[in-house]
Antibody, heavy 119, light 109 residues
Framework: EVQLVESGGGLVKPGGSLRLSCAASGFTFSDAWMTWVRQAPGQGLEWVGRIKSKTDGGTTDYAAPVKGRFIISRDDSKTTLFVQMNSLKTEDTAVYYC??????????WGQGTLVTVSS | EIVLTQSPGTLSLSPGERATLSCRASQSVSSNYLAWYQQKPGQAPRLFIYGASSRATGIPDRFSGSGSGTDFTLTISRLEPEDFAVYYCQQYGSSPPLTFGGGTKVEIK
């Protein structure tokens, strides 16, 4: 059974940093493209970015609002996905979900972790 | 970037009725790379449809997807109590970025 468990969310001040983790199990993590999607309170879904598998280059793509501030990485030995979030803004407040991505489709999702950016 | 517009914003229906949800793209979605997700309150989204019309594993056949180009539809033939939720469309034909529609809430009338 595929399991994705996010952690690391919390309250942070504007301009601060936070690192989220997503522990994966139940599938071959090293072969998977992984994606972060966020959802602001009461709002819709917003793609944050992705990291490809190392066999596909291991490269990353980001949404415009987070490019240059967020860094997505992976540790295949620990089957864990990360996102380092820097220079946080109030508009980054959201539940952050990690998901497996297959050909652009988010096939499995974690339960999410809440990030609140507030002074 | 392809912008997806979902309509209506809210659909009020009774169990047993047919639901028709629309997703319109600002430009043609390549190869009909359009997915639908269901989200219930307090839960993560769940993949329901991909490739515009293919049901994901375990999705009942009362759910069907159709459309091509810029106009796509999710149809629920007969609403069951567990179907009342928010549905999002998402395109992956032109990425990055992957983009989502704003969602349609299907609520009990």
């Amino acid at each position: 059974e595929v399991q994705l468990v996010e952690s690391g969310g919390g309250l942070v001040k504007p301009g601060g940093s936070l690192r989220l983790s997503c522990a994966a199990s139940g599938f071959t993590f090293s072969d998977a493209w992984m994606t972060w999607v966020r959802q602001a309170p009461g709002q819709g879904l917003e793609w944050v970015g992705r990291i490809k598998s190392k066999t596909d280059g291991g490269t990353t793509d980001y949404a415009a609002p987070v490019k240059g501030r967020f860094i997505i990485s992976r540790d295949d030995s620990k089957t864990t996905l990360f996102v380092q979030m820097n220079s946080l803004k109030t508009e980054d407040t959201a539940v952050y979900y990690c998901a497996t991505e297959f050909g652009g489709v988010m096939t499995f999702w974690g339960q999410g972790t809440l990030v609140t950016v507030s002074s | 970037e392809i912008v997806l517009t979902q309509s209506p914003g809210t659909l009020s229906l009774s169990p047993g009725e047919r639901a028709t949800l629309s997703c319109r793209a600002s430009q043609s979605v390549s190869s009909n790379y359009l997915a639908w997700y269901q989200q219930k309150p307090g839960q993560a989204p769940r993949l329901f449809i991909y490739g515009a019309s293919s049901r994901a594993t375990g999705i009942p056949d009362r759910f069907s997807g159709s459309g091509s180009g810029t106009d796509f539809t999710l149809t629920i033939s007969r609403l069951e109590p567990e179907d009342f939720a928010v549905y999002y469309c998402q395109q992956y034909g032109s990425s990055p970025p992957l983009t989502f529609g704003g969602g349609t809430k299907v609520e009990i009338k």
